[in-house]
């Protein structure tokens, strides 16, 4: 059993099954998801037999394992432990509209793009919908802050934990809980597109980024294995319906590696087959990661790409890079932890 993954309803029938007062549930789903507790004893209201049932039947809180803050921009990034000791990183952004929080859906990731650290040491396991809930509430009771947004854009591909992700959500924007709003919410994909037609009917609202990273199936493929399963226009189908459904504008996340997808041909091409669509492009200069063979691209080009999308009225933005003097970037605090531990035992 997992208690903070359940529904309020099912909390419901676990509190009546002990034989205790439905008020009980309200209080301990309270504590869980409206005063983020870590530990079942902060559960001061309750009757300690409960308090002890609870942790025996299952209470996840997330342990610190390190924490770096940048010295730039004040960004926070965390390495959590796990119940079975696996460790998963997020960070904590400040920015002038609010915190935001960019969390992990898996303990390593199987999809296998080339460019990305999470990957490298594949899939682990999938995370708990309480372990993602957990790395929202353990950083608000680290920093004492609120957050108001959540980018899923960790370590993980979220559409290959679906159940776990939809769980989540629903957990997080529940009116009893957290009440976050699902507008509050990005979700990044690599594109598995039977599972984004499922969101789509979800009646979520969050907003959907698609990783794209090229302009044509050809060069995808050589950076994102998925690309072999399924096709852009696959993806951009599945768009279309997921803005019909939900009134969400789509993000595509464009990740800039030199020589590779950067050049002015490729804008134009990006340029064609996001005409018409209701979308915005967040362009990433790649960040190295030491075990692959990428370069990020250089200022120029990058300006001259957002201007080739531009001229053909394509909205978009660079993104900004936060905590660089901290891996905060993409899967490197995580990674470097593991080759750490295996060169610490050799
Ligand atoms: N599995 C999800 C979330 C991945 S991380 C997805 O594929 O969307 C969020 C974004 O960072 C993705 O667009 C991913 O492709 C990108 N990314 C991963 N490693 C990167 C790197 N080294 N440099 C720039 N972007 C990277």
């Given at each position: 059993?997992?208690?903070?993954?359940?529904?309020?309803?099912?909390?419901?029938?676990?509190?009546?099954?002990?034989?205790?007062?439905?008020?009980?549930?309200?209080?301990?789903?309270?504590?869980?998801?409206?005063?983020y507790?870590g530990?079942?004893?902060?559960?001061?209201?309750?009757?300690k037999?409960?308090?002890?049932?609870?942790?025996?039947?299952?209470?996840?809180?997330?342990?610190?394992?390190?924490?770096?803050?940048?010295?730039?921009?004040?960004?926070?990034?965390?390495?959590?432990?796990?119940?079975?000791?696996?460790?998963?990183?997020?960070?904590?952004?400040?920015?002038?509209?609010?915190?935001?929080?960019?969390?992990?859906?898996?303990?390593?990731?199987?999809?296998?793009?080339?460019?990305?650290?999470?990957?490298?040491?594949?899939?682990?396991?999938?995370?708990?919908?309480?372990?993602?809930?957990?790395?929202?509430?353990?950083?608000?009771?680290?920093?004492?802050?609120?957050?108001?947004?959540?980018?899923?854009?960790?370590?993980?591909?979220?559409?290959?934990?679906?159940?776990?992700?939809?769980?989540?959500?629903?957990?997080?924007?529940?009116?009893?809980?957290?009440n976050?709003?699902?507008?509050?919410?990005?979700?990044?994909?690599?594109?598995?597109?039977?599972?984004?037609?499922?969101?789509?009917?979800?009646?979520?609202?969050?907003?959907?980024?698609?990783?794209?990273?090229?302009?044509?199936?050809?060069?995808?493929?050589?950076?994102?294995?998925?690309?072999?399963?399924?096709?852009?226009?696959?993806i951009?189908?599945?768009?279309?319906?997921?803005?019909?459904?939900?009134?969400?504008?789509?993000?595509?996340?464009?990740?800039?590696?030199?020589?590779?997808?950067?050049?002015?041909?490729?804008?134009?091409?990006?340029a064609?087959?996001?005409?018409?669509?209701?979308?915005?492009?967040?362009?990433?200069?790649?960040?190295?990661i030491?075990?692959?063979?990428?370069?990020?691209?250089?200022?120029?080009?990058?300006?001259?790409?957002?201007?080739?999308l531009?001229?053909?009225?394509?909205?978009?933005?660079?993104?900004?890079?936060?905590?660089?003097?901290?891996?905060?970037?993409?899967?490197?605090?995580?990674?470097?932890?593991?080759?750490?531990?295996?060169?610490?035992?050799?």
């Amino acid at each position: 059993m997992d208690i903070r993954s359940m529904y309020y309803d099912e909390l419901n029938e676990y509190i009546l099954s002990l034989g205790l007062p439905a008020y009980r549930t309200k209080q301990v789903f309270e504590w869980m998801h409206k005063k983020y507790i870590g530990s079942v004893d902060d559960m001061t209201n309750l009757p300690k037999t409960l308090r002890k049932k609870i942790l025996r039947d299952g209470f996840i809180s997330l342990e610190i394992e390190t924490k770096q803050v940048s010295k730039i921009d004040g960004t926070v990034k965390y390495l959590f432990k796990l119940y079975d000791g696996q460790m998963i990183e997020t960070v904590f952004m400040r920015y002038s509209y609010g915190n935001s929080i960019c969390i992990s859906s898996q303990a390593g990731c199987r999809m296998g793009c080339r460019f990305c650290a999470s990957t490298i040491g594949g899939l682990v396991r999938n995370l708990y919908a309480s372990e993602m809930l957990e790395q929202i509430y353990a950083v608000m009771r680290d920093t004492g802050e609120r957050i108001s947004n959540v980018v899923i854009m960790g370590t993980g591909e979220p559409l290959d934990n679906y159940d776990n992700l939809i769980r989540f959500i629903r957990l997080i924007t529940d009116e009893r809980g957290y009440n976050l709003s699902g507008r509050s919410i990005t979700m990044s994909t690599c594109g598995i597109v039977p599972n984004i037609l499922k969101l789509a009917d979800e009646d979520l609202a969050i907003t959907l980024a698609i990783s794209l990273h090229a302009p044509n199936d050809k060069k995808r493929r050589k950076l994102m294995p998925i690309a072999n399963t399924y096709s852009i226009s696959e993806i951009i189908d599945a768009c279309k319906i997921y803005f019909e459904k939900t009134g969400r504008r789509i993000t595509f996340e464009y990740s800039l590696v030199k020589g590779e997808n950067d050049s002015a041909e490729d804008a134009y091409e990006l340029a064609g087959l996001l005409a018409g669509l209701n979308c915005h492009v967040n362009l990433i200069p790649v960040n190295k990661i030491e075990e692959r063979n990428f370069s990020r691209s250089d200022d120029y080009s990058i300006q001259k790409f957002k201007l080739g999308l531009e001229k053909n009225s394509i909205n978009v933005t660079i993104r900004k890079s936060v905590g660089s003097d901290i891996d905060a970037a993409c899967g490197q605090l995580r990674r470097k932890h593991m080759v750490n531990k295996v060169e610490g035992s050799l």
